[in-house]
């Protein structure tokens, strides 16, 4: 049973505004931007990221469906280039956490990325995220580079 289905021009417009959102809060939560300027430079990444929207060439968005085809989440894949792909989000509703469809929905996607000829697949967490650090590493995802700070203050 296949739990993402290609995501809906409706879909996409609730997950956008909601995305620029949190993705602001997180980065401001990681120490990386200032809280004055975080949605406009979340803002600015997206449309860096995603010109054309769900159209956008090489980027793939899923809705993440339970058993009722109820959306319980979404995830985002990017084909960077011949043999490598990264997911750029994934997202499961608060209430349907720790049921499995985190698990499921990662590897699906891996699935569709070998589809699309890549070799590796990456993706970037934050680094209080360790719910999500936890699902990475029991499906066999490993460090590449890891950034640290400290406040001085």
């Known amino acids: 049973m296949s739990i993402l289905r290609e995501m809906s021009n409706i879909e996409f417009n609730k997950y956008l505004?909601?995305?620029?959102?949190t993705y602001a809060e997180e980065k401001v939560k990681s120490g990386n931007w200032k809280k004055d300027d975080s949605l406009s430079l979340s803002q600015s990444e997206y449309n860096k990221l995603l010109p054309d929207g769900i159209n956008t060439i090489n980027n793939y968005l899923f809705s993440i469906i339970d058993k009722n085809n109820d959306v319980i989440g979404i995830i985002w894949i990017n084909k960077k280039d011949s043999n490598s792909c990264f997911i750029y989000?994934?997202?499961?509703?608060?209430?349907f956490q720790g049921k499995g469809y985190g698990l499921m929905a990662m590897t699906e996607v891996e699935n569709f990325a070998k589809s699309l000829g890549a070799e590796t697949i990456g993706l970037h967490v934050f680094g209080h995220?360790?719910?999500?650090?936890?699902?990475?590493?029991?499906?066999?995802?490993?460090?590449t580079n890891i950034s640290m700070s400290k406040q001085l203050y």
Not at 17 to 21: A, R
Not at 129 to 143: C, D, P, S
Request: proline share 0%; hydrophobic share 30%.
């Open 89 to 95: 989000d994934i997202c499961i509703n608060d209430k």
């Open 129 to 143: 995220n360790n719910k999500a650090i936890k699902l990475y590493e029991k499906l066999g995802y490993k460090a």
């Open 17 to 21: 505004d909601k995305s620029i959102k």
